[in-house]
């Protein structure tokens, strides 16, 4: 535990240092965040904020780990994987409004489609590879082995939460605190189980979000995109498949959960009123905002949620 904060030190110091020189850069090439006309009036400030911070966690999670990590375990390449196909994914998807007339990314069933084959290859190695496949059951020590059926429950889970991050980063700072959280979460988890690396890699996560969420802090200078959004969402899932508590991932990640099922009520709920909103406005942050809530407020009381989920998830997965 003690080298895995280490590197996780060191990561968010290098990260840190190099998030400046990344302003500057995304600045002069003109990444500016867009902004739907349909979102809360607050939102339109955020109009040309620089965005593909995705780029400053992943790429610091890699050279961190590429330095301090990968000699240590070959496991490691699968988190990897997830992490590298999926954020080259959201950096397509937040760079083609800048070069297409129409200002419009990547369909959604065509990103949907692209997620679910990266999701189905990370699934089937974690399988092959790593020859895993089973899950806990929480307050059981015994192995619930799936065999080939872990293959599409795991990219299943790789799907869902990398849309689920994405959905939840919407406020300053709100993804970015709720990810970190859970990612020390399961890093404990596998500190218990006695995975070196994987702990390590968990730590460096969270290093290189938190320089990230320096910059992202609020009034953020820098947002993460899809870039870091899918790419997070799918590492997370990838480190909860490897624990073997995939079933507590609901619970440690329950603001994205949240996020998640409010769009899904919402989009239910519409259809079958025909076009009356069970929220004000979904994902659920923005139907807080339009209570009258103030962006710092939700996030924070978000976080907090967050925090006291991974403790129980954690605690969970200790009986």
Not at 1 to 27: D, E, K, N, Q, R
Not at 228 to 234: E, K, M
Request: hydrophobic share 60%.
């Amino acid at each position: 535990m003690s080298y895995a904060l280490f590197v996780g030190g060191v990561t968010f110091a290098c990260a840190l240092i190099a998030g400046y020189p990344l302003l500057i850069l995304l600045g002069q090439l003109g990444v500016g965040k867009q902004i739907r006309a349909e979102l809360p009036d607050t939102h339109q400030v955020k109009v040309g904020t620089l965005t593909m911070g995705g780029i400053l966690i992943w790429g610091s999670a890699f050279a961190a780990t590429a330095i301090f990590n990968i000699v240590n375990s070959r496991s490691i390449v699968v988190p990897l994987l997830a992490t590298a196909a999926t954020g080259l994914l959201g950096a397509i998807d937040d760079l083609l409004p800048l070069v297409r007339e129409s200002g419009e990314g990547l369909s959604a069933r065509l990103k949907f489609a692209v997620l679910l084959v990266i999701a189905l290859v990370v699934a089937t190695a974690t399988y092959l590879a790593l020859g895993l496949d089973y899950l806990f059951i929480p307050t059981s020590l015994e192995r619930w082995h799936l065999g080939i059926f872990y293959v599409p429950l795991a990219a299943f889970a790789i799907v869902a939460t990398a849309n689920a991050v994405n959905l939840t980063d919407g406020l300053d700072s709100l993804a970015g605190v709720c990810a970190a959280v859970a990612f020390v979460a399961y890093g404990i988890i596998a500190h218990l189980q006695g995975q070196a690396p994987l702990v390590t890699f968990c730590f460096t996560v969270v290093g290189a979000l938190l320089a990230f969420l320096w910059f992202n802090a609020h009034p953020a200078q820098l947002l993460m995109g899809d870039t870091g959004s899918l790419a997070i969402g799918a590492a997370l899932a990838t480190v909860a498949l490897m624990t073997g508590h995939l079933l507590l991932l609901p619970l440690i990640g329950c603001v994205f959960v949240a996020e998640t099922i409010s769009v899904m009520m919402q989009v239910g709920y519409f259809k079958l009123t025909g076009g009356r909103r069970l929220f004000r406005m979904s994902p659920l942050h923005h139907h807080f905002e339009m209570l009258g809530w103030s962006e710092t407020h939700i996030a924070q009381r978000f976080w907090l949620v967050s925090m006291f989920a991974a403790m129980v998830g954690v605690a969970l997965a200790l009986v």
